[in-house]
């Protein structure tokens, strides 16, 4: 927690690592060390502004290949914080703060493959949209027929 009662500005210029406990049920396998450079500055009674530049990069499973991928991530946070004051006025918990940010960078799909003909397994194969209309796909005589039922 920072204690915010005395100081005018406080700057920050850290590296921080995320314990696996915060992301072990989301998306995300894996963050590396988070750098953090910016200020916390008291402007008025009840309101210290933010100003971070956030960046590093998370381990995310690949949504069709499922292997995991790296996911740089940089975020610019320029706001007046209020509303993380209401259980201590003079305190603010920094890690709270920066998980808050992180994991709004978490992509809802993620995917780095770009070869759609290598993703296939026994008696299937992943396919395009541009493969689905076309005549290539095999499936297209039976496709007519669902697609007459929507």
């Known amino acids: 927690m920072l204690d915010l009662s005395f100081i005018e500005k406080l700057e920050i210029h850290k ?15 894996e963050l590396k060390d988070i750098k953090v450079d910016g200020f916390f500055s008291y402007e008025e009674e009840e309101e210290i502004h933010a100003k971070f530049d956030i960046s590093g990069v998370m381990i995310l499973e690949d949504d069709i290949s499922l292997e995991p991928v790296e996911y740089p991530f940089s975020i610019f946070y320029d706001d007046i914080l209020e509303e993380n004051l209401k259980n201590d006025k003079n305190s603010l918990d920094l890690f709270e703060f920066l998980w808050e940010n992180i994991v709004l960078e978490v992509p ?28 290539k796909n095999p499936f297209a005589d039976l496709l007519k027929d669902f697609d007459k039922k929507e």
């Not at 799909?109 to 493969?131: A, M, Q, R, Y």
């Open 15 to 29: 590296v921080v690592t995320i314990p696996k406990s915060y992301y072990q049920n989301t998306k995300v396998l």
């Open 108 to 135: 809802m799909k993620f995917t780095k493959v770009s070869n759609l003909d290598e993703i296939h397994g026994d008696g299937w194969k992943l396919i395009s949209e541009e493969d689905h209309k076309s005549e």
